[in-house]
């Protein structure tokens, strides 16, 4: 039995007519009519009631059809994917990214690309939140990883995790021998804090959380990049709030202090266009949730 058989067969038992399911199937009369025949003996069973005023289905023509039209919508689907999985082995991947996601991200999706889509050609960039997503929304980059999600009608976003701010300190402050610190401390005391345009959720967060704690804390570095943070907070310069990811990239003279009161959260979100969604972005999202049990935002 081949494919062809159960086109021809859906044709006639649709038309009810073998002169229209020839015409339809670009095929002669005579032809489709064997086709039939075969396909009964075949299956073993009549599938058609055939007369000189009109064909019926015989109840196990009704049973067959229903799988007939299974089956082929199944191989239509198989044709569809394995096109699709050509395609894409010939495209490439555009990957957006803050930091946060080249550490604790691309170590669980790239070695399943890689093993899955070997041809397939992937471009990062790193980017700011917004543009990020702006470039998503021109089709610069297929996937974003970003701080915050955009509530746009072509987008979609998920929520991959979220993590913990933490407290950073130079080691030889007086406050770096407490075991536990109080918020309140925060007051007056020197920080760098991320830059607005650079981090713009972190620096949301942070003023809030400096806000709804009514603490005034004097500000005397804006960063760009979390790494600066890190190394202003090394040189003595202040104290800083930065996500927990990057509490492995500490060197010796910064310690972190847990504090009495907890500290604020931040996200990450994956988005694609709805329109582009393919295999690979698939992949990922499958893989991202096996591993960080995301939910759809």
Not at 88 to 93: A, C, I, R, S
Not at 103 to 120: C, S, T, W
Not at 230 to 254: C, R
Request: with cysteine.
């Amino acid at each position: 039995m081949e494919l062809r058989h159960l086109r021809y067969f859906v044709a006639v038992a649709e038309e009810l007519n073998f002169t229209k399911a020839a015409q339809r199937m670009c095929t002669v009369q005579p032809s489709l009519s064997q086709q039939i025949k075969d396909l009964e003996q075949e299956v073993g069973v009549q599938l058609l009631l055939r007369s000189n005023r009109k064909v019926e289905l015989t109840e196990e023509g009704k049973a067959f059809l229903k799988e007939a039209r299974l089956s082929l919508e199944h191989a239509e689907k198989a044709i569809l994917d394995a096109r699709q999985v050509a395609h894409l082995t010939k495209e490439q991947l555009n990957i957006g990214f803050v930091p946060v996601a080249e550490m604790k991200v691309f170590p669980y999706i790239m070695p399943n690309i890689r093993a899955q889509f070997p041809e397939l050609k992937i471009h990062f960039h790193s980017l700011t939140d917004a543009d990020q997503l702006k470039s998503l929304h021109k089709g610069e980059i297929d996937i974003a990883f970003t701080r915050y999600a955009e509530d746009a009608p072509d987008i979609e976003s998920v929520q991959v995790f979220t993590e913990p701010l933490a407290l950073i300190m130079p080691r030889d402050c007086p406050e770096a021998a407490l075991r536990h610190i109080s918020i309140k401390s925060f007051n007056q005391q020197e920080f760098i804090v991320s830059d607005e345009h650079s981090s713009p959720e972190l620096f949301r967060i942070i003023q809030e959380f400096f806000k709804q704690s009514k603490l005034n804390v004097n500000v005397v570095q804006y960063s760009t990049n979390i790494l600066l943070n890190v190394n202003l907070v090394g040189m003595g310069v202040g104290w800083s709030l930065v996500p927990s990811y990057v509490i492995p990239l500490l060197g010796d003279k910064i310690v972190v202090k847990s504090t009495i009161e907890p500290l604020p959260m931040i996200g990450l979100y994956a988005s694609y266009r709805k329109d582009k969604k393919n295999e690979a972005i698939e992949l990922i999202l499958k893989v991202l949730k096996e591993q960080f049990y995301m939910g759809f935002f």
